[in-house]
């Protein structure tokens, strides 16, 4: 098995191998039983440092469809809470014979410090504001499966750039794949490095998105911003949020992606996360059927999958 920390250190090659083998994954997700025996005797740890909806819920169910057994560690109810510190918590857990560790944490490099001092298998689930890969499959799962291929494509992502590792692993992947990336959002919420990431920049949010295949409205992370969110909220939503006046600018048949949990009314408006062009919960469900590529082709190299044509 090889661990799975970002989408930089992947070939493209790589990743259109986790993009067909979760088309595989999606056919099993829509059988009346899903559930094969692919990881059966497999063993999967869920270990959670920060809160999670979508991705922890998804590799759980992701692993079980595929046969293997899940634990899940919620860090506020486990020794860490006594101070047990990253290192000793991931020997912990590798010493109860699990063949993976998926891995949230607050700071950067969190899972590629587990990958060095651990054997089992490692999964980023998001560390910090660096890298989220899962969600960087499960949206290219969803675009591409909306019949647009990424070479070529104006994308535009909204927001609050700086603290999003969505944004970084984004940006990574459609660069990577041969899009155009555009960015807007408050100066206060770009990156420093954001001139050498190969996007295109922008001051108005209208600029960005008109004529747009995709936009990817970010989560305006309020608990990451210790001295408040500048501009205000009913500012930010004014000049940057996204609503339907807006995105009439973009392409009539715009992908509107957004990571969720989404602050309705901030960066994005009720109408705008309801419509047609919405594709928030397919990415949900697509991120199922990515991580179940992802654990099955780490913990198997991809020999055992089952004919499910
Ligand atoms: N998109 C995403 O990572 O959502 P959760 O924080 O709910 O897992």
Same mark, same amino acid.
């Given at each position: 098995?090889?661990?799975?920390?970002?989408?930089?250190?992947?070939?493209?090659?790589?990743?259109?191998?986790?993009?067909?083998? +979760?088309?595989?994954?999606?056919?099993?997700?829509?059988?009346?039983?899903?559930?094969?025996?692919?990881?059966?005797?497999?063993?999967?740890?869920?270990?959670?440092?920060?809160?999670?909806?979508?991705?922890?819920?998804?590799?759980?169910?992701?692993?079980?469809?595929?046969?293997?057994?899940?634990?899940?560690?919620?860090?506020?109810?486990?020794?860490?809470?006594?101070?047990?510190?990253?290192?000793?918590?991931?020997?912990?857990?590798?010493?109860?014979?699990?063949?993976?560790?998926?891995?949230?944490?607050?700071?950067?490099?969190?899972?590629?410090?587990?990958?060095?001092? +651990?054997?089992?298998?490692?999964?980023?689930?998001?560390?910090?504001?660096?890298?989220?890969?899962?969600?960087?499959?499960?949206?290219?799962?969803? @675009? &591409?499966?909306?019949?647009?291929?990424?070479?070529?494509?104006?994308?535009?992502?909204?927001?609050?750039?700086?603290?999003?590792?969505?944004?970084?692993?984004?940006?990574?992947?459609?660069?990577?794949?041969? +899009?155009?990336?555009?960015?807007?959002?408050?100066?206060?919420?770009?990156?420093?490095?954001?001139?050498?990431?190969?996007?295109?920049?922008?001051?108005?949010?209208?600029?960005?998105?008109?004529?747009?295949?995709?936009?990817?409205?970010?989560?305006?992370?309020?608990?990451?911003?210790?001295?408040?969110?500048?501009?205000?909220?009913?500012?930010?939503?004014? @000049?940057?949020?996204?609503?339907?006046?807006?995105?009439?600018?973009?392409?009539?048949?715009?992908?509107?992606?957004?990571?969720?949990?989404?602050? &309705?009314?901030?960066?994005?408006?009720?109408?705008?996360?309801?419509?047609?062009?919405?594709?928030?919960?397919?990415?949900?469900?697509?991120?199922? +059927?990515?991580?179940?590529?992802?654990?099955?082709?780490?913990?198997?190299?991809?020999?055992?999958?089952?004919?499910?044509?």
């Amino acid at each position: 098995g090889r661990d799975i920390l970002d989408l930089e250190s992947l070939s493209v090659e790589e990743i259109e191998l986790v993009l067909k083998t +979760a088309e595989e994954m999606k056919k099993i997700m829509k059988r009346d039983i899903k559930k094969v025996p692919s990881l059966r005797g497999k063993s999967i740890i869920n270990l959670f440092y920060e809160p999670s909806t979508r991705t922890r819920t998804s590799f759980e169910l992701a692993g079980k469809y595929l046969g293997a057994d899940v634990v899940n560690i919620t860090t506020s109810s486990s020794s860490v809470v006594k101070g047990e510190c990253l290192r000793d918590t991931i020997l912990t857990v590798q010493s109860m014979a699990c063949d993976a560790i998926v891995m949230r944490h607050p700071i950067e490099g969190a899972a590629a410090y587990a990958a060095k001092v +651990a054997d089992p298998v490692i999964i980023n689930a998001g560390d910090g504001a660096h890298a989220h890969p899962s969600q960087g499959f499960l949206d290219m799962f969803t @675009i &591409r499966e909306q019949g647009k291929n990424l070479k070529g494509l104006k994308m535009a992502i909204i927001g609050d750039i700086l603290y999003s590792r969505v944004a970084r692993t984004n940006i990574a992947a459609w660069t990577k794949m041969g +899009a155009e990336v555009h960015v807007a959002g408050p100066m206060t919420l770009l990156p420093h490095d954001i001139a050498s990431l190969g996007v295109t920049v922008h001051k108005r949010v209208e600029e960005a998105i008109e004529g747009a295949d995709v936009i990817d409205i970010l989560r305006i992370q309020l608990e990451r911003q210790q001295k408040g969110l500048f501009p205000s909220p009913r500012e930010y939503a004014r @000049i940057f949020g996204i609503n339907e006046n807006r995105l009439k600018l973009a392409k009539p048949d715009v992908t509107v992606l957004h990571p969720g949990p989404m602050n &309705r009314g901030l960066e994005i408006s009720w109408e705008v996360g309801y419509c047609d062009n919405a594709a928030i919960r397919t990415e949900v469900q697509n991120g199922v +059927a990515v991580r179940m590529a992802l654990l099955f082709l780490t913990l198997t190299g991809g020999k055992h999958i089952e004919n499910v044509d």
